[in-house]
C-alpha cells in the first residue's frame, strides 16, 4: 500500500517562508512525475509545481520565481520551497505522484492527505 505524507504547513506572514516535504512510502516499483497542487474551498485544485524524474520542473505562473520543487528518489521524497508568501497562497497543499506498483501494472496516480498553509497579511 502507498502512502505519501505531507508535513511542513502553517501560519505565516506575508512575506514569509515555509518548506512543505511529502514522503512516499509502501510497495513502489517506479516513481515517476511528481507535483504540488492547491486547493481553496469552492475552487478547483490546481497545479502549483512539477518534477519529472529527470528533474525537470514546471510552475504555475502566480509562484513562478517564489517557489522551489525539488526531490529525493532516495527515500522517495519531494520538497516545496514557498518564499515570499502571499496571502492568496492561503491554501491546503496536497502531493501528488504518478507511480507504479508492480513492474506489470499501469501508471497510477496518488494523493496526500493535504497541509493547510495560511498566509497573514
Known amino acids: 500500500q502507498v502512502q505519501l505524507v505531507e508535513s511542513g504547513g502553517g501560519l505565516v506572514q506575508a512575506g514569509g517562508s515555509l518548506r512543505l516535504s511529502c514522503a512516499a512510502s509502501?510497495?513502489?516499483?517506479?516513481?515517476?512525475?511528481m507535483a504540488w497542487y492547491r486547493q481553496v474551498p469552492g475552487k478547483q485544485r490546481e497545479l502549483v509545481a512539477a518534477?519529472?524524474?529527470?528533474?525537470?520542473?514546471m510552475y504555475a505562473d502566480s509562484v513562478r520565481g517564489r517557489f522551489s520543487i525539488a526531490r529525493d528518489n532516495t527515500p522517495n521524497t519531494l520538497y516545496l520551497q514557498m518564499n515570499n508568501l502571499k496571502p492568496e497562497d492561503t491554501a491546503v497543499y496536497y502531493c501528488?505522484?504518478?507511480?507504479?506498483?508492480?513492474?506489470?501494472?499501469?501508471?497510477?496516480?496518488?494523493w496526500g492527505q493535504g497541509t493547510q498553509v495560511t498566509v497573514s497579511s
Open positions: 501528488n505522484a504518478d507511480l507504479r506498483v508492480t513492474l506489470w501494472s499501469g501508471v497510477q496516480a496518488y
Open positions: 509502501g510497495t513502489i516499483f517506479s516513481l515517476n512525475a
Open positions: 518534477i519529472a524524474n529527470r528533474s525537470r520542473t
